[in-house]
């Protein structure tokens, strides 16, 4: 992964938060992504997040897959610690890491391809665990860094760039994520910051397994067969120094609508996105109808979007319910971790 630091320098007026510091100081470094990339959205609200609930970056743990939205994890709060794991395995690194320490908070960047494809089984068992962390999934409906083919998520009907239809049934995670128990469970948009930010801020909170499915529309996509600006073409008719792809200039998409609203949201490629708001009254506890709603506005073609669903967790939680320790595993006393001789024959005389 490139990896290029951000400068240092930042003005002296900047507002501070209750530990006394300033966005800067939750940001990583530059991001590699396509200009104009729906995750760097995600990336700035997840900044924004952390610096209005002044978490302490040290107590921080970002863990991530393999994919573009698995690139995420370096482009914020710099001062954390960090892991990224091999495709659709993060959940495992997750577990283990919570496990050890349930003093640090603990959050998961992973995409559509990375959940729902490969690391599907490992998605699971996270919720069924309810493994105490926010899980983002940043969610594109392709495979960004294949140049584009579907993924898991796509709509059926959809067309890719080549022109071909996706003709499978997608994988909702919201919809999986309610049917196997989470607590937790939310949808918005890259492009909605005002909804977002407080999404992420409740989801790091809340303690248990929190999910939030965040559409996010991909730039890219100009390799394809015909393309002048394709690696084919290009290596067919030029002699380049060096391979390299073009990817135009985007704007990034932002959208702003009201409580109940829905609206279309264009992207890039010309096709457009339907979303809705949860109103006022919505209620997020009542877990069979918050499931029934999402899929009645599913059929309709649109994209529900806010707190989907919530509920208490204490008894389940997966401390709670595995009787941890709360001392973190690394600070246990040597002798307690490796118990003399007459502590390990009391310890098998309990299994013969």
Not at 77 to 86: A, D, L, P, T
Not at 129 to 148: A, Q, S, W
Not at 251 to 276: C, P
Request: net charge neutral; with cysteine.
């Amino acid at each position: 992964m490139t990896f290029i630091p951000k400068p240092k320098v930042s003005h002296p007026g900047l507002p501070r938060n209750e530990l006394g510091l300033t966005r800067r100081d939750y940001e990583g470094a530059l991001s590699t992504l396509c200009a104009g990339c729906g995750h760097d959205s995600i990336t700035a609200a997840i900044t924004e997040a952390c610096w209005g609930i002044s978490l302490q970056p040290e107590l921080l743990v970002k863990l991530s897959g393999i994919g573009c939205s698995s690139k995420t994890t370096a482009y914020f709060v710099n001062g954390s610690h960090g892991f990224n794991s091999v495709h659709g395995r993060m959940p495992s690194i997750a577990t283990g890491a919570n496990a050890a320490n349930r003093e640090l908070m603990y959050i998961g960047i992973s995409g559509d391809g990375d959940s729902l494809s490969i690391g599907l089984g490992q998605f699971a068992h996270a919720i069924r665990r309810n493994l105490n962390m926010l899980y983002i999934i940043e969610n594109n409906g392709v495979y960004g860094l294949t140049k584009g083919q579907f993924s898991a998520s796509a709509d059926m009907g959809s067309k890719a760039k080549k022109g071909e239809v996706n003709r499978q049934s997608p994988i909702d995670p919201v919809l999986l994520a309610m049917n196997l128990g989470a607590g937790f469970v939310a949808r918005s948009f890259s492009g909605d910051k005002a909804q977002l930010v407080p999404l992420i801020q409740a989801g790091l909170r809340y303690p248990g397994f929190a999910l939030i499915d965040v559409i996010s529309p991909c730039v890219t996509f100009n390799d394809h067969e015909g393309s002048t600006r394709s690696y084919a073409f290009t290596r067919e008719h030029y002699s380049a120094a060096i391979a390299a792809d073009y990817v135009p200039r985007q704007a990034q998409i932002t959208a702003d609508y009201a409580e109940g609203e829905r609206i279309f949201v264009e992207l890039h490629d010309g096709n457009q996105v339907a979303l809705r708001k949860l109103n006022a009254e919505y209620d997020p506890t009542d877990a069979h109808a918050a499931y029934g709603h999402v899929q009645q506005r599913l059929a309709a073609g649109e994209f529900l979007t806010g707190l989907l669903h919530c509920r208490a967790t204490e008894e389940t939680e997966f401390h709670a319910l595995n009787r941890t320790p709360e001392q973190p595993l690394n600070a246990v006393p040597f002798d307690k971790l490796c118990p003399k001789r007459e502590g390990l024959s009391r310890l098998l005389a309990r299994f013969a």
